[in-house]
Structure formats: structure tokens, C-alpha cells
Nanobody, 115 residues
Framework: QVQLVESGGGLVQPGGSLRLSCTASGSGLMINAMGWYRQAPEKQRGLVAIINGDVTTYEDFVKGRFNIYRDNAKNTVYLQMNSLRPEDTAVYYC??????????WGQGAPVTVSS
């Protein structure tokens, strides 16, 4: 059974930073891609950043502010979020695609950017 466990969400002031992490657990995992999506109230879930091998892709709105990276030995993906804005307020979902096993979602990590 595959599980994605997220941590690191919370409340931060505008201009502040947070780091999200997501660890995949299960037997025989071969990770194809891992990344983060977010869903703000009354909006659709959308891509924030994803890493597939050495290739990273970012939503335009977070380029230059967010950084995604992976620790393959730990099956963990991180999202370092800097210069946070109120518009970044959302629930952040970890996403992982595994070779031969399909795709999975984490439970969601709320991030609130407010003074």
C-alpha cells in the first residue's frame, strides 16, 4: 500500500517562507515523478511544481520564489516557498507517480499567508 505523508504547512506572514515535505512509503516503489499541486477556496486544483528525473516544471506565478527538490534515498520531495504572498494561500497536495503502480495524492497541507 502506497502512502504519501505531507508536513510543513501552516500560517505565515506575507514575505515569509515555509518548506513543505512529502514522503512516499510502500514496498517496491519506483518513482517516476513527484510534485505539488494547490487548491484555493472555490478554485480548481492546479500544478505548482513537479520534478521528473532532472527536469523541473513550475507554475509561472511561483517561478523565482519556490524551489522543488527531491531526496531519492528518502523517497521525499520538498517545496521551499519563499516571498510568500496572500495569493499563495491554499491547500497544497503532494502528488507522486510510480512506475507500474499509478498515481497517488497526499492528504493536503493547508498554507495560509496572512498578516
Amino acid at each position: 500500500q502506497v502512502q504519501l505523508v505531507e508536513s510543513g504547512g501552516g500560517l505565515v506572514q506575507p514575505g515569509g517562507s515555509l518548506r513543505l515535505s512529502c514522503t512516499a512509503s510502500g514496498s517496491g516503489l519506483m518513482i517516476n515523478a513527484m510534485g505539488w499541486y494547490r487548491q484555493a477556496p472555490e478554485k480548481q486544483r492546479g500544478l505548482v511544481a513537479i520534478i521528473n528525473g532532472d527536469v523541473t516544471t513550475y507554475e509561472d506565478f511561483v517561478k523565482g520564489r519556490f524551489n522543488i527538490y527531491r531526496d531519492n534515498a528518502k523517497n521525499t520531495v520538498y517545496l521551499q516557498m519563499n516571498s510568500l504572498r496572500p495569493e499563495d494561500t491554499a491547500v497544497y497536495y503532494c502528488y507522486a507517480d510510480f512506475i507500474g503502480m499509478g498515481s497517488y495524492w497526499g492528504q493536503g497541507a493547508p498554507v495560509t499567508v496572512s498578516s
